[in-house]
């Protein structure tokens, strides 16, 4: 882990979807908590019966408050019970959430289930707009508050196997925009998504084909594929004061995959 700079002293912060170690949630709750911020927990109760998040907790020194981030009381006593414990508002956020059922229930794209598509897209996108909602209506979220969801460049471009997910993305990271406004406008308070590389953890894993994929992407990167902690520390670098006037942006966080047209690495796979 990068030294700390301190770069969070005196910030608080909610960490979404610390499932266990490999999370990006997990690590983004260590590098925050090293760079000197005040942490809460929260994961979906299915989750919390793993009781792996309990080991974190410890680490990072933070209460653990269960919340489904569909349920809209679920997340309305979060914020109140994360004011109570911090004392006031917050100041960052991070929404690390994504689960597709078609994927989940083997339907390709051209065959989903409607009805499991309507959860997908509530549970990984416009829970964003719930969990930002929620914070605007306690307004829970301090000025200059910074709010940081993950999302996957399968938004922008194709990659078959990311199925329904991609729509999902795209759907999120509109939501990071046009919350990004009113929140902006209201109380100063920035949202953006980070596109992040293929990374190992429980979600990434469940995509079909997801050795392939992250071995094509790790070869068609110039600086290679970030990995989990990277992107902990990029979420660090946004929710500190080093980027106040970040706002609404879908950031890449990819080692330069998003803007490689092709390496000679892949050239050279081709030429095999
Ligand atoms: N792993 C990758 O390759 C990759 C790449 C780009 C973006 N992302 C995104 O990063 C984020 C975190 O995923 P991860 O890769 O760390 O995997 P992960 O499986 O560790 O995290 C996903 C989390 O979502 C939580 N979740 C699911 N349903 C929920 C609900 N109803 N309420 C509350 N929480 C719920 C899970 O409990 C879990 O903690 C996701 O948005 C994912 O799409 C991942």
Not at 108 to 131: C, P, W
Not at 136 to 146: K, P, V
Request: proline letters at 2%; hydrophobic letters at 40%; a neutral charge.
């Amino acid at each position: 882990m990068i030294m700390s700079n301190q770069l969070l002293k005196g910030k608080k912060g909610i960490i979404f979807g610390a499932l266990d170690e490999k999370s990006i949630a997990w690590k983004t709750a260590l590098a925050c908590h090293a760079q000197g911020a005040q942490l809460v927990l929260t994961n979906a109760p299915v989750a919390l019966r793993m009781g792996e998040i309990n080991k974190l907790a410890e680490q990072v020194n933070a209460p653990v408050i269960g919340a489904d981030v569909v349920n809209m009381d679920d997340l309305k006593n979060l914020f109140e019970q994360s004011m109570q414990h911090f004392g006031g508002g917050v100041d960052f956020i991070l929404h690390s959430i994504g689960m597709s059922l078609n994927v989940r229930k083997g339907k390709q794209y051209t065959e989903i289930d409607y009805g499991f598509n309507q959860k997908t897209l509530d549970i990984s996108a416009m829970s964003l707009h719930r969990v930002l909602r929620t914070a605007y209506e306690l307004d829970a979220i301090n000025e200059w508050g910074s709010v940081v969801a993950l999302s996957y460049i399968a938004a922008q471009r194709v990659f078959p196997d990311y199925n329904e997910m991609a729509d999902a993305k795209a759907l999120l990271e509109s939501v990071t925009r046009s919350f990004g406004y009113h929140y902006g406008v209201k109380k100063k308070v920035r949202v953006n998504s980070i596109s992040q590389s293929p990374t190992r953890t429980t979600a990434g894993s469940g995509v079909k084909g997801f050795d392939g994929f992250i071995n094509y992407a790790e070869k068609m990167s110039p600086l290679g594929n970030a990995s989990g902690e990277d992107c902990a520390n990029y979420c660090v670098s946004l929710f500190s004061d080093m980027t106040r006037m970040v706002t609404m942006q879908n950031l890449f966080h990819d080692g330069g995959f998003s803007f490689t047209g092709v390496t000679a690495a892949v050239i050279e796979q081709m030429e095999k």
